[in-house]
């Protein structure tokens, strides 16, 4: 038995040649997707950071809302030295004491860094603070420095 090789039509061979994309159409599509990702991306990136510093605001208002349970008890907030620490363990012979004060410990802020105390701080009150993403004094964006303003 001989098998015979048929020969596409020429409309089957103009369909199978136009199956494809060329590669300007791909190109084309390639650079549309990049000019988006150019535009919307930034956009996207400002919103995440924003949000680290509203979580930073927020954290630091639970914060200080643990350091007022704290001088309930104690009847004075911990000093400098004590830091935020002395919500966690009981500060040498600090009496009335009767924490931990906040459920899984002192968070970190949002970018990993420790929030700074100071008692008093150099408005007078107490200040807690994160200093952003750079973690240094200052800055704009998500790189500027969030505290309680006490």
Do not use: C
């Amino acid at each position: 038995m001989r098998f015979m090789r048929l020969q596409p039509t020429p409309a089957r061979a103009r369909a199978h040649a136009q199956a494809g994309f060329t590669l300007i159409e791909l190109l084309v599509v390639i650079a549309i997707l990049a000019l988006l990702a150019g535009l919307v991306g930034p956009a996207v990136m400002e919103r995440f950071g924003g949000a680290k510093t509203k979580t930073a605001k927020l954290q630091i208002e639970e914060i200080a809302k643990s350091l007022d349970i704290y001088k309930l008890d104690t009847g004075r907030y911990p000093t400098t030295a004590e830091g935020l620490a002395a919500l966690d363990k009981k500060p040498g012979s600090v009496s009335g004491w009767n924490g931990p004060y906040m459920k899984g410990g002192v968070p970190t802020d949002p970018w990993g860094n420790p929030y700074r105390y100071a008692n008093p701080g150099p408005g007078g009150g107490l200040e807690i603070a994160s200093y952003g993403a750079d973690n240094a004094p200052g800055g704009e964006g998500e790189n500027a420095d969030v505290s309680n303003g006490r």
